[in-house]
């Protein structure tokens, strides 16, 4: 995608004299209140855990990293491809993904929903406020194309809860846009990995029944560092597993595109499938270690009772607020009348932080008490 190719911003602004719009744009999403945010929300271990954990902003650093490696190696456009790696995470509500299946039930049974990356197109348009001559961060179309397109296509017939009509429906996102769920999965099968490992969930003995990659490549390397202790060895497998999984999807994709003759954006966008991929065999393989760590980690009990909890939390939040919306900073409540009272109470909760959260349940049960 080529910068002078761009569809442009929503609302016209001068050129700036050394730095191309998406560069821009990355700086944008870096200053952006969302993107602080994440600092203090959960990847897959709450902080209280660990300090050496991931949480969601060393993740999505490491996504972009992966991101901007993928993206050199296929000759695409790096500021693209980095400004979409910063901010494909920030329309995450607190607590993870637990967080997010708990909204998207309560506003569901509302008629709505929630999804984090349409969520994070309204932070972009519209919640963050730093500029005194539009709404939003005023991103360009290709950002705000790739925030919505990243992980999902959606065909012309789709009405999500939020408007998405201007946004090519039925047509595939740049590559650049593609890569970015790939880079994801790197990033969280790999890391999860190394977490979940380093919090003793889930054992060596384990990985090795549960991941073919992982214990063929653990075997190679405990032959080339004999008398290592076993973290090492685990450290060393899981940096080669990034480079095997990256490369291959490096040398799929690349194979993809020479043998489908793609040669520009607009055929990509064309092709009847995404392009950016995995090959055969280890896309394979990767699929089994994401059904290794969702077996193993994710539904670990003692990761699970603290998910109960906070979906436990945020439900109180919504009742909360939604039983006395008055009780919502000013900011917030002014804009019940443009979207309803449950929108608004959710907009809010989405926003806020684990923490942030738990001081909040924790001021409703001291008064309530």
Same mark, same amino acid.
């Given at each position: 995608?080529?910068?002078?190719?761009? !569809?442009?911003?929503?609302?016209?602004?001068? !050129?700036?004299? /050394?730095?191309?719009?998406?560069?821009?744009?990355?700086?944008?999403?870096?200053?952006?209140?969302?993107?602080?945010?994440?600092?203090?929300?959960?990847?897959?271990?709450?902080?209280? /855990? &660990?300090?050496?954990?991931?949480?969601r902003l060393?993740?999505?650093?490491?996504?972009s990293q992966i991101a901007r490696t993928i993206g050199s190696a296929l000759c695409l456009n790096n500021d693209l491809c980095e400004v979409l790696a910063l901010s494909h995470d920030i329309g995450h509500p607190p607590?993870?993904?637990?967080?997010? !299946?708990?909204l998207d039930r309560i506003m569901s049974s509302c008629g709505s929903g929630f999804e984090h990356n349409l969520h994070a197109l309204r932070i972009i348009e519209d919640f963050e406020e730093r500029y005194a001559?539009?709404?939003?961060?005023?991103?360009?179309?290709?950002?705000?194309?790739?925030?919505?397109?990243?992980?999902?296509d959606y065909a012309p017939g789709d009405r999500p809860y939020v408007d998405i009509d201007g946004y090519r429906k039925g047509e595939r996102p740049p590559l650049e846009a593609q890569l970015i769920d790939l880079a994801d999965e790197v990033a969280y099968n790999t890391a999860d990995l190394d977490d979940g490992y380093g919090s003793g969930l889930i054992t060596l003995d384990q990985i090795m029944e549960g991941s073919a990659l992982f214990r063929r490549l653990y075997l190679r390397i405990e032959e080339d560092f004999p008398g290592s202790s076993e973290g090492i060895l685990v450290?060393?497998?899981?940096r080669?597993?990034?480079?095997?999984?990256?490369?291959?999807?490096?040398?799929?994709? %690349?194979?993809?595109?020479?043998? !489908?003759?793609?040669?520009?954006?607009?055929?990509?966008?064309?092709?009847?499938?995404?392009?950016?991929?995995?090959?055969?065999?280890i896309g394979v393989l990767s699929r089994q270690l994401k059904g290794f760590l969702r077996d193993n980690l994710y539904h670990h009990p003692d990761l699970e009772r603290p998910r109960r909890r906070a979906k436990a939390l945020i439900v109180d939040l919504f009742r909360y607020y939604g039983e006395d919306?008055?009780?919502?900073?000013? &900011?917030?409540?002014?804009?019940?009348?443009? %979207?309803?009272?449950?929108?608004v109470v959710c907009d809010y909760i989405a926003g806020m932080t684990d923490s942030f959260a738990r001081k909040i349940r924790g001021r409703i049960s001291s008064h309530s008490g």
């Open positions: 995608m080529k910068v002078e190719d761009s !569809e442009g911003r929503r609302y016209p602004e001068p !050129e700036h004299p /050394y730095r191309n719009p998406f560069q821009r744009d990355r700086d944008r999403i870096i200053h952006a209140k969302a993107f602080r945010r994440l600092e203090k929300k959960t990847q897959v271990f709450n902080p209280n /855990y &660990s300090d050496h954990f991931r949480n060393t993740h999505t650093l490491e996504v607590f993870s993904h637990a967080g997010e !299946e708990v001559r539009f709404p939003g961060l005023n991103l360009t179309f290709e950002v705000r194309e790739g925030i919505v397109k990243h992980s999902r450290s060393e497998t899981i080669r597993l990034i480079d095997v999984l990256v490369t291959d999807l490096v040398r799929a994709t %690349r194979d993809r595109i020479r043998t !489908e003759s793609l040669d520009s954006v607009e055929a990509v966008r064309k092709f009847p499938s995404r392009v950016v991929g995995f090959g055969p065999e919306p008055a009780r919502l900073p000013a &900011s917030h409540f002014g804009r019940i009348g443009e %979207r309803g009272v449950q929108r």
